[in-house]
């Protein structure tokens, strides 16, 4: 089986000179193997990966790069026999131009199971989008991200199977009276981030009984009804993100009413009042196992909210607005279960972290671009955090000799995160004898200058399997 990865640069190349051999260098690959998976991008980032920061923001579409391939994508597909065709089972277009042909050869993939499209141009061929069911008889996966659409695509919707649909940054333009959708009795997962779609269609895809993932980050509810049918569906999820939302009261009490949801992303929320009343469900206090409220103000009350949960495993504060005073510590309900909490990107001090010491089963600590100063390591050497943190990172803080040897002393370390200053590493005594980790697997040095010195050292680190260096500023002398 053979995945083909490519972009607009590399398939123009292939047809410029000497096309006669690419013709048979290409041949060759498809006789030879069995092609399953195609993945075009301009520039080799895909939305659905999250290595696209300016689709998966709110930023203008002319910001967006869309290239157009010489003779259409499917053009180097020229020899291919139909049941060559049919090993092909999934497709992924990104800011690309498509044409009739590419149109014509995608219809050929009958027995395709997963399409996505994310910002091409289908000027030529927008028809396409509203002949899904007849084209895909087997597909499961669908994502249209970034289009406007009709009637004719969602009364379409209803004939297909689909289990995983997309339509975020969608938004519709029809008339409504004509619009017939019927509720979708196969959907698992939905994503309308960033949508503006008609109400109809919101009941229709929100009220699937099997609906387990929902994603409606950035969406605004406030012009929306909910139908009182809806109310009946049980809430239940095991993924629920509604972070950015805007919700009007009726919308709003749909999410008030016995929610339960496993992982739930409730970021950057802009009523705050809102939040509180969704977070203050006994149902999610049961449920919840991940929690993100990454971008909000931890005021008294959201620390409160937060305390009571009983199952989390998960807690991310990244990025808080406003973090409470130093001297309002809740005992949180959940303190035996928190495996991980992410506390990046926040202003702290050490007595802003005094409420970790109640954790005694945590694993995972993220303090990464906190200002945190010198010193801050004292805070994790009580007897339950030395023993039980697996995973630290502490990049971008200050960081001295004295920080150092306290880390070494995590007994069960396996990944450190560090940003490493190297006069703090030159003014050490004994440089190679400092990696006194006892189960130290991965290390990750971040925004670190590596001198000769320096590399030679971490070298040196017993057992050591992964060392990865991000965003590093190499010296000259280094590997000479």
């Known amino acids: 089986m053979f995945k083909l990865r490519t972009d607009p640069e590399t398939l123009n190349i292939v047809q410029q000179d000497d096309y006669a051999t690419q013709k048979n260098i290409l041949t060759l690959i498809f006789n030879s193997y069995e092609i399953y998976r195609i993945k075009i991008s301009v520039d080799d980032k895909y939305w659905a990966e999250g290595t696209n920061p300016v689709i998966e923001s709110n930023a203008s579409e002319k910001c967006l790069t869309i290239s157009e391939i010489k003779n259409g994508f499917s053009s180097i597909f020229f020899n291919m026999n139909l049941n060559q065709k049919r090993s092909i089972k999934s497709v992924e277009l990104e800011r690309i131009v498509l044409t009739i042909k590419d149109m014509e050869f995608l219809n050929d993939l009958k027995v395709l199971e997963t399409l996505v499209i994310v910002h091409c141009n289908l000027d030529c ?25 009709k009637n004719n695509f969602f009364e379409n919707i209803n004939l297909m199977n689909i289990r995983i649909l997309n339509l975020s940054k969608c938004d519709y333009n029809d008339n409504p009276n004509n619009l017939i959708v019927k509720k979708n009795k196969y959907l698992n ?21 099997l609906l387990i993932d929902l994603s409606l980050r950035a969406v605004d509810f406030t012009e929306i009804k909910v139908d009182k049918d809806c109310f009946d569906r049980k809430k239940t999820f095991q993924f629920l993100d509604l972070s950015e939302c805007k919700f009007n009261d009726e919308f709003l009490d749909y999410f008030l009413t016995d929610l339960k949801a496993k992982k739930l992303n409730l970021e950057y929320f802009p009523d705050f009042q809102h939040l509180i009343k969704i977070l203050d469900q006994e149902s999610l206090h049961l449920s919840t196992e ?28 990244s990025h808080m607005n406003y973090m409470i005073c130093n001297d309002f510590h809740p005992k949180f309900a959940f303190k035996h279960q928190l495996n991980a909490i992410d506390l990046s990107k926040n202003r702290l001090n050490k007595d802003s972290m005094i409420f970790l010491h109640q954790f005694n089963n945590l694993k995972e600590l993220n303090l990464s671009n906190c200002n945190l100063e010198t010193g801050y390591m004292e805070i994790l050497f009580t007897e339950h955090l030395s023993n039980s943190l697996v995973e630290l990172n502490i990049s971008g803080n200050s960081f001295v000799s004295s920080d ?77």
Request: charged content about 25%.
């Open 290 to 317: 991940f929690l993100s409220l990454s971008g909000n103000s931890l005021y008294v009350d959201l620390y409160i909210s937060v305390s009571r949960f009983k199952v989390l495993k998960r807690l991310k504060l």
């Open 404 to 480: 150092f040897f306290k880390i070494v002393y995590l007994k069960n370390l396996i990944r450190l995160t560090v940003s490493f200053d190297n006069q703090v590493f030159l003014n050490l005594e004994d440089k190679y004898d400092i990696w006194k980790f006892k189960k130290l697997r991965t290390l990750i040095l971040v925004q670190t200058n590596i001198e000769d010195l320096l590399y030679k050292s971490v070298m040196t680190i017993k057992d050591i399997k992964i060392i990865e260096f991000q965003n590093c500023k190499f010296e000259d002398d280094v590997l000479s």
């Open 125 to 149: 061929c927008m028809d396409f989008l509203w002949l899904l069911p007849s084209s895909f008889p087997k597909l499961k996966i669908l994502g249209i991200i970034g289009y406007t659409l």
């Open 189 to 209: 997962s939905l994503k309308m981030n960033s949508s503006c779609l008609n109400q109809k269609v919101f009941k229709s895809m929100i009220c699937s009984d």
